[in-house]
């Protein structure tokens, strides 16, 4: 069964996609079969991998809840899913997904929907990485109610810091009362300026208030404009310049994840 993998910040702007795309390419080239939902109706996941003319789509992820709320059978995963030169599959997303607020408000057990489509394919993969919308509401929670973990791409800068602090906020509240086995893998530091005073004191403003309450990734993101530049090309930055670096620093973050994943997996055998 695939651990589904939540890139989240209450804040927009912070290397969320980026990081979501870049983390599921660089599993698939480490031979893992890996599902990337793009979860935001601007559809950038979807367009990085190469998606084009997202609001002609004739099934995205909206349209598979949609029939999940009407009771309607969800369409053959090969009609829709779309299967990228880099092996990633993409569950893609535009702008209809921003009526899911309005289509779920009457729904009965609706921050649950998002769970029951993922649970028809994680058989498939052995991760399944959602790219989330900026903003908590209805479908923010389907997606922590289905995620096994969260990262939080969190920018060096004083805005992004204040949206991981409500984002803990809300994490806290559904992993105590509703989905326990949800966990936070960490904070990753993206768009450091690390010569800056204000990545410096965001850095330390970081430690001091969220260290020993959740894990922060050694690994920081360096800011760099390639990064954007990739996506004129529809790649992500360890396929466009992989010697970039960003794109060393998104594969050393890769390398810290499944580390920390196999140390986790060797004190639950250890306790077993």
């Given at each position: ?19 979501a ?34 609001n ?6 909206n ?34 997904l ?26 498939r993969y ?147």
């Amino acid at each position: 069964m695939a651990k589904v993998i939540a890139i989240m910040n209450e804040k927009g702007g912070v290397g969320k996609t980026a990081t979501a795309t870049t983390l599921a390419y660089l599993l698939s080239q480490r031979g893992h079969r890996t599902a990337l939902i793009d979860f935001d109706g601007q559809g950038h996941s979807s367009i990085i991998f190469g998606v084009k003319n997202t609001n002609k789509l004739e099934i995205t992820i909206n349209t598979i809840i949609r029939k999940l709320i009407e009771d309607e059978p969800l369409p053959d995963p090969g009609s829709y899913i779309l299967k990228t030169n880099c092996g990633v599959d993409v569950i893609p997303s535009n702008s209809q997904l921003f009526t899911l607020e309005r289509n779920l408000c009457n729904v009965d057990f609706r921050e649950r929907v998002l769970s029951q489509y993922v649970d028809t394919i994680k058989d498939r993969y052995e991760y399944i990485i959602i790219d989330c919308m900026p903003q908590m509401g209805t479908p923010m929670i389907n997606v922590m109610m289905c995620a096994d973990s969260i990262i939080v791409p969190t920018q060096a800068e004083l805005l992004s810091t204040q949206g991981l602090a409500e984002l803990l906020k809300h994490y806290h509240v559904i992993s105590k009362n509703s989905n326990h086995r949800l966990r936070i893998d960490g904070i990753l530091i993206t768009m450091d300026s690390p010569n800056t005073i204000l990545s410096a004191q965001v850095n330390q403003m970081i430690q001091q208030g969220f260290a020993g309450k959740v894990p922060i990734f050694e690994t920081r993101i360096p800011r760099s404009i390639k990064v954007a530049e990739a996506v004129l090309y529809h790649q992500t930055i360890c396929e466009f310049l992989p010697e970039n670096p960003a794109a060393i620093a998104y594969s050393q973050f890769v390398e810290e994840l499944l580390s920390c994943e196999e140390a986790d997996g060797k004190e639950l055998i250890g306790v077993g």
